[in-house]
């Protein structure tokens, strides 16, 4: 199937670790997204990549790490997990920049304990 | 800061009415709207888009306006099913940063 997948789906893991959330789209897009989404529902943009070069890099703390080994992967490394990480990370892709439709993965829910 | 609202936190509609939902926006000026749905438990999906020198876009029984004086965009789904129960997310973009910026959704529930 085409798609956006991520891996893992759940992560637990406690305060402190490091972990890695991995995408790939093989829809052919240039560009990536990471978002992460709330316990309130709130989606909001950490990281964009075109063509493996980042574009949008939020206002993040440098405990995250996105790294683009090619145009189809997009993974999310988090150093010294804290309780406030614990939320969904979603992957999306795009065709390109320049106000395209967004494709995103199934999502993965970080707990934080 | 650029503030994004949509209307109302829950919508409750009987099957076959339209539904209508808002999405507000002040401190911005956003050259596309896009309209995402999303399940619980799953990632947003992709509607509609609309662009800032566009009125309106319709696919199927979805209809999406866009109204850069108001600042707003209504979203219509019409003769509603309950299959169309979700959140429903507005998110704005500027052609200079590609970065969408999302609304905290709606969640619509359709009853028989």
């Known amino acids: 199937d085409t798609a956006v997948s991520q891996t893992p789906k759940y992560l637990v893991t406690q305060m402190g670790n490091d972990k890695s959330i991995k995408c790939e789209q093989n829809?052919?897009?240039?560009?990536m997204y990471w978002y992460k989404q709330d316990s309130k529902k709130f989606l909001k943009i950490m990281f964009s990549y075109n063509n493996k070069e980042l574009i949008i890099n939020e206002t993040v703390p440098n405990r995250f790490s996105p790294k683009s080994p090619d145009k189809a992967h997009l993974n999310l490394h988090i150093n010294s997990l804290e309780l406030g990480d614990s939320a969904v990370y979603f992957c999306a892709s795009s065709p390109r920049v320049g106000g395209y439709e967004q494709y995103f993965g199934p999502g993965t829910r970080l707990t934080v304990t | 800061s650029q503030k994004i609202e949509q209307n109302s936190e829950a919508l409750n509609i009987q099957e076959g009415k339209t539904a209508t939902l808002t999405c507000n926006y002040t401190n911005y000026s956003p050259a596309y709207l896009q309209w995402y749905r999303q399940d619980p438990g799953r990632g947003p999906v992709f509607l509609l888009l609309i662009r800032e020198n566009e009125k309106e876009k319709r696919k199927e029984r979805l209809k999406v306006t866009f109204d850069t004086t108001l600042k707003q965009s209504l979203f219509h789904i019409t003769a509603s099913q309950p299959a169309d129960s979700a959140t429903y997310l507005c998110?704005?973009?500027?052609?200079?940063?590609?970065?969408?910026?999302f609304g905290t959704g709606t969640r619509l529930q359709v009853f028989p």
């Open positions: 998110a704005l973009g500027a052609y200079n940063t590609d970065k969408l910026i």
């Open positions: 829809l052919g897009h240039d560009t």
